[in-house]
């Protein structure tokens, strides 16, 4: 079975077919789902799908779009919701210059700021990353000691050399979701081949990035299953091992989850 690393359970396309989307997770062939939080009130979101489902995890944190969001209070209601035993991790967190919808060094600060709160807490930390890569791997180098308990880059689209830098910088995974299966996705499938069967899991993002077949349609965490037939090839190995290795990293890097 799979488990869909990074989903939003708590997004308006998703929101009402909770009960559905959870209750036909074995038929789907989904162990678990994490939903993710993006600000305060996803994040809060997030938790109470997580305590209310069984297979339902989740992370809380504030995305670089709203990183001029961050409050102190923010932190504190992190820091305790963080306590609950299915938060696996601070996220989603650190920047984004594509859109720049908060200030770049606003984005800078917020992330470094949750990256002390997931150390403080032992967690890991996911990680959306968007045209800001030599900032990033910066941000990371000065400040290493934060990163001590995991780095996840979700949605990885940077290059094969970017990844291999953050591998020999700090423990660092990648996920991969549907852009695996577009026409250009050639830059994130030629990562995920040389990325080590070790250091990645799969996602979907949903409701964004849905897979081909289903592109122009909503994503769901079900169509997760695609993304893991479309690593299969790209690894050259089949449906099952993907499972199993994925399975595996997926417990390596959430410390969290059973």
């Known amino acids: 079975m799979l488990t869909d690393s990074h989903c939003h359970l708590d997004d308006e396309r998703l929101a009402p077919s909770v009960e ?12 678990r789902v994490v939903t ?24 809380v944190g504030i995305h670089p779009h709203d990183a001029d969001t961050l409050t102190e209070d923010f932190l504190s209601e992190a ?17 984004d210059y594509f859109y720049d919808l908060s200030p770049r060094e606003v984005q800078k600060s917020a992330f470094l700021r949750q990256a002390e709160l997931a150390d403080a807490l032992g967690l890991p930390v996911a990680v959306h990353l968007r045209d800001a890569y030599e900032d990033f791997y910066k941000a990371v180098k ?15 689209s940077g290059s094969p050399e970017f990844a291999a830098q953050m591998l020999r910088l700090t423990d660092t995974f990648f996920a991969f979701g549907g852009a695996l ?8 499938c030629e990562s995920l081949r040389h990325i080590p069967d070790d250091r990645f899991f799969l996602e979907t993002d ?18 997760v299953a695609l993304v893991a037939d479309k690593a299969a090839e790209i690894k050259n190995t089949d449906r099952r091992r993907i499972e199993s290795i994925t399975e595996n990293n997926l417990k390596s890097f959430f410390k969290r989850l059973i």
Do not use: Q, W
């Open 142 to 156: 000065d400040n290493l000691r934060l990163f001590k308990n995991g780095l996840l880059l979700h949605c990885y």
């Open 79 to 95: 820091e305790r919701a963080a306590r609950n035993p299915k938060v696996l991790a601070i996220g989603e967190i650190g920047l």
């Open 181 to 188: 299966t577009f026409k250009n996705a050639r830059v994130p």
């Open 36 to 59: 993710v939080g993006c600000n305060a009130e996803s994040s809060a979101k997030c938790l109470e799908l997580a305590t209310a489902y069984e297979g339902v995890y989740a992370t």
């Open 206 to 223: 949903s409701p964004y990035m849905t897979p081909v077949p289903f592109r122009g349609k909503t994503n769901l965490p079900k169509y």
């Open 20 to 31: 559905e989307i959870v209750g036909g997770m074995r038929e789907d062939g989904l162990k």
